[in-house]
Structures are given as structure tokens and as C-alpha cells.
């Protein structure tokens, strides 16, 4: 089996959960009270996107350090892909989503895949629909990607959504060759 190493991004505002998927993806748990991520963790896993083809990511998850220059550079330099993420329950997170594309494309030097997640589904019976999830999937296809709706809770969706990004980075650069 061959593998290669990826530098995948966390992206999106605070405490729409990256850091909860993360602790998902990598552990498979849930940890209600994690902390509040400081500077930037890098996590590494596996995934086999494709039978018998494997990448390893390198998920690189900020934390609310991301406004001072010098991290940000390092943060977005070599990235191969984003999960861009925002809280189904805050519809701010999801405004926002647009200006971290912005932030995106203009640092990481390309235009690096990239999955739109709206996380915190197991939320919304409570809180009801907060945010328009067609007009969700339309800006994510729009902009050439696709919108996958996670809960690092329930733990739904969570590996999907990093083995989509992966999938799509793969594809990405084969048809540059
Ligand atoms: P961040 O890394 O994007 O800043 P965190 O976000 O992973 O730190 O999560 C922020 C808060 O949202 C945390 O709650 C966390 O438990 C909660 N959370 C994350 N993902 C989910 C989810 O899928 N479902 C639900 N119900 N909650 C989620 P606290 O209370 O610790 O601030
Ligand atoms: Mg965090």
C-alpha cells in the first residue's frame, strides 16, 4: 500500500467544534469539556480513501491564535485541503464561512479542496433550523465543493467528512498531471 502525507486545515469560527471533530476522527469519543485549543495542535491519521490507497493528513486545528500574522502564514502554508466549518445552531458561524473561504484562497497560494460542514446536527431538534441548509449546499456546490452536515457528539458523518476532503484532494491533483 502506498501513502503520502497531507496537510489538511480546521477551519471556521470558535467553538463551532473543530476541535471536538478532531477528538473525534482521531479517538472516536466525545469530550464535553474540551479545552479552549491554544496556538495550533497537529493531529495525524490514516485514511484510506480509496480501497487499497492510503493518506496520511496531518490536521492542523487552530485555535484562537489564527488573527496574529505569523501563525496564520505557517497555518495556511503547504495545505493541501479545509474542512471549513460552521455551527448549524449559530447562523453567524455560517455568515462567517465565506470570509474564511476568502482567507482561505488568498493565503494557502491555490485553490485547495475544501468540504463546508455543518456541525452540531444532533442539536437541531432542540433548537430548530437556524440556518437555510439548501441555500448551504448551493454556496458549497456554487464554489465547487459539497456540504456535509456532522455531529462530533453523535459522531455522525465525522469520518465522511475527512475522507471526502481527502478523496477530493487525490482527485484534485491528479487531473493537474
Ligand atoms: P472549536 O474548536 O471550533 O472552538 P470546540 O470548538 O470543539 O471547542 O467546541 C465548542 C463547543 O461546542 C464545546 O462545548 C463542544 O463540546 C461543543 N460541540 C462541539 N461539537 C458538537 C456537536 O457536534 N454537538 C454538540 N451538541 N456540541 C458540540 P462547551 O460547552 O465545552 O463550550
Ligand atoms: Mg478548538
Known amino acids: 500500500m502506498s501513502s503520502f502525507k497531507l496537510k489538511v486545515l480546521?477551519?471556521?469560527?470558535?467553538?463551532?467544534?473543530?476541535?471536538?471533530?478532531?477528538?473525534?476522527?482521531?479517538?472516536?469519543?466525545?469530550?464535553?469539556?474540551y479545552k479552549l485549543t491554544v496556538g495550533v495542535d497537529i493531529l495525524t491519521k490514516d485514511v484510506e480513501f480509496k480501497q487499497g490507497e492510503v493518506a496520511t493528513l496531518s490536521i492542523w486545528d487552530i485555535g484562537g491564535q489564527q488573527r496574529f500574522e505569523f501563525i496564520r502564514s505557517t497555518f495556511y502554508k503547504g495545505a493541501a485541503g479545509a474542512l471549513l466549518v460552521f455551527d448549524l445552531t449559530r447562523e453567524q458561524t455560517y455568515i462567517e464561512t465565506r470570509k474564511w473561504l476568502t482567507e482561505i484562497r488568498q493565503f494557502s497560494n491555490q485553490d485547495i479542496p475544501?468540504?463546508?460542514i455543518g456541525n452540531k446536527t444532533d442539536l437541531i431538534e432542540d433548537v430548530g433550523e437556524v440556518i437555510d441548509r439548501d441555500e448551504a449546499r448551493a454556496f458549497a456546490e456554487n464554489e465547487g465543493s459539497i456540504y456535509i452536515e456532522t455531529s462530533a457528539?453523535?459522531?455522525?458523518?465525522?469520518?465522511?467528512?475527512?475522507?471526502?476532503l481527502t478523496r477530493r484532494i487525490v482527485e484534485s491533483r491528479t487531473q493537474k498531471f
Open 153 to 164: 457528539k453523535s459522531g455522525i458523518n465525522v469520518d465522511d467528512a475527512f475522507t471526502e
Open 114 to 116: 475544501f468540504v463546508l
Open 10 to 33: 480546521l477551519t471556521g469560527a470558535a467553538a463551532v467544534g473543530k476541535t471536538s471533530l478532531v477528538q473525534r476522527f482521531i479517538k472516536n469519543r466525545f469530550a464535553a469539556n
